[in-house]
């Protein structure tokens, strides 16, 4: 049973920095783009930045040059630091990956998302 689980998520106040987490796990054969989503009260979700399998990245406007998107990919695990946070950034945040299990057809995967709250 593939999975995927967010961690790092929480109270942050403006002007502060935090980093997510998330690891797959299970009978992994490969992950090929990973990605991290959010989705704040009312609004539809959103990207908010994509990493491919050789590490190209790509970010969402409204985090660009303050954001970093990374993954570990012995470990099955990404990351997403950003800093100078914003009350905008209120919401809950979502891991995503486009993986294959053994003995399965590539899919899409989610993970269970994470609330992240920009408050003072």
């Known amino acids: 049973q593939v999975q995927l689980v967010e961690s790092g998520g929480g109270l942050v106040q403006p002007g502060g920095s935090l980093r997510l987490s998330c690891a797959a796990s299970?009978?992994?054969?490969?992950?090929?783009?990973m990605g991290w989503y959010r989705q704040a009260p009312g609004k539809q979700r959103e990207l908010v930045a994509g990493?491919?399998?050789?590490?190209?990245?790509n970010y969402a406007d409204a985090v660009k040059g303050r954001s970093t998107i990374s993954r570990d990919n012995a470990k099955n695990t990404m990351y997403l630091q950003v800093n100078s946070l914003k009350p905008e950034d209120t919401a809950v945040y979502y891991c995503y990956a486009d993986l294959q299990p053994y003995g399965d057809r590539r899919r899409d995967y989610w993970g269970q998302g994470t609330q992240v709250t920009v408050s003072s």
């Open positions: 299970g009978s992994i054969f490969s992950i090929n783009g």
């Open positions: 990493i491919t399998s050789s590490g190209r990245t």
